[in-house]
């Protein structure tokens, strides 16, 4: 069983930047694909980005990519999401996620990972 816990929400003005944290309890963190979600109020969740447990491999939406960074630190099993030029449209609560792999290189899109984190609120005022 996988544990996730998400911190580094909160207020931000527009242009600015934030980087939030999912420390995961379980010794086989580095065997597991990691994801970041998020779910605007009145909206579905939707896929921000993931990489994969080698950590060779990350897949952003077309909506933060070059703005926002996934990595991993296995000694430490963190994962980050690093979020520069925040826009309001990025309001929402990031959930982190976690999906065991056989395949060192897989990662995922999708929502049907194994397990969630409770989520972290981050809100780009105008």
């Known amino acids: 069983q996988v544990q996730l816990v998400e911190s580094g929400g909160g207020l931000v003005q527009a242009g600015g930047s934030l980087r939030l944290s999912c420390v995961a309890s379980g010794r086989t963190f580095r065997t597991y694909v990691m994801g970041w979600f998020r779910q605007a109020p009145g909206k579905e969740r939707e896929f921000v980005a993931t990489?994969?447990?080698?950590?060779?491999?990350?897949a952003y939406a077309d909506s933060v990519k070059g703005r926002f960074t996934i990595s991993k630190d296995n000694v430490k099993n963190t994962v980050y999401l690093q979020m520069n030029s925040l826009d309001p449209e990025d309001t929402a609560v990031y959930y982190c996620?976690?999906?065991?792999?056989?395949?060192?290189?897989?990662?995922?899109?999708?929502?049907?990972?194994?397990?969630w984190g409770q989520g972290t609120q981050v809100t780009v005022s105008s």
């Open positions: 990489i994969s447990w080698s950590g060779r491999r990350t």
């Open positions: 996620s976690a999906l065991p792999a056989a395949n060192p290189d897989y990662y995922s899109s999708r929502t049907d990972y194994a397990h």
